[in-house]
């Protein structure tokens, strides 16, 4: 059967508007690839998550800052934020003061192993894609902002509680025990001795 011109026209339009998703599709895959490959950078160079580094480069920033200073700034749950400075106090990189004034707050500096992980650390410290947004315009940012409104709507079930959930977090989730038990391992594993030298080869004679 014979296409009329509207037919033609309408199959063209939606031919345009599917490449155009796919186009979009595209963008984020790309956009998700550079997340995830400087947190790699980050963990392969200083073995810390990437909202550990963004962590302790606010403490290096603003000495002294509270727990709760730290979550506003990370843009995360405070308990979140406690969790994050634990593991920050194992690794001997940040030391916590009780408030003189209030001794349920905890007052956060830099040791100095915390400052020599920072000098080695591959910025930016907030990660790739905080630095990229806050270098939009404010316009781009707005027409942004509204596009992602409708994007998760149409998506349904997105979970608004994820907004408060590091991006290292969520890409980090699926194999971190294999990673760290990767990362331990290599570093106990002994150095290989040298090889032995070969001796060297006798030539052969002609028995002519």
Same mark, same amino acid.
């Given at each position: 059967m014979k296409r009329t011109t509207a037919q033609a026209i309408a199959a063209d339009a939606q031919l345009e508007e599917d490449a155009r998703a796919v186009r979009v599709l595209l963008q984020f895959r790309q956009i998700f690839n550079a997340v995830k490959t400087h947190f790699q950078h980050v963990e392969s160079s200083v073995g810390l998550g990437g909202a550990q580094l963004w962590a302790l480069g606010v403490i290096r920033d603003t000495p002294g800052i509270g727990t709760s200073g730290v979550a506003e700034r990370l843009n995360i749950h405070q308990s =979140? @934020?406690?969790?994050? &400075?634990?593991?920050?106090?194992?690794?001997k990189l940040v030391v916590g003061k009780k408030d003189d004034g209030d001794k349920r707050a905890v007052r956060w500096r830099l040791l100095p192993a915390g400052t020599a992980v920072l000098k080695q650390s591959p910025g930016p410290f907030t990660g790739v894609l905080p630095q990229a947004l806050g270098e939009l315009d404010e316009k781009v940012l707005e027409r942004l902002e509204k596009d992602l409104?409708?994007?998760?709507?149409?998506?349904?079930?997105?979970? @608004?509680?994820?907004?408060? =959930?590091? &991006?290292?977090?969520?890409?980090? @989730?699926?194999?971190?025990? =294999?990673?760290? @038990?990767?990362f331990a391992s290599s570093a106990a594993r002994p150095a290989s001795p040298p090889a032995s030298p070969r001796p060297a080869r006798q030539p052969v004679r002609s028995s002519r």
């Open positions: =979140t @934020a406690s969790n994050l &400075l634990g593991a920050l106090v194992e690794r409104k409708q994007l998760l709507k149409a998506l349904g079930g997105a979970d @608004a509680r994820a907004a408060k =959930t590091p &991006l290292s977090g969520m890409l980090s @989730a699926a194999q971190p025990a =294999t990673r760290a @038990a990767t």
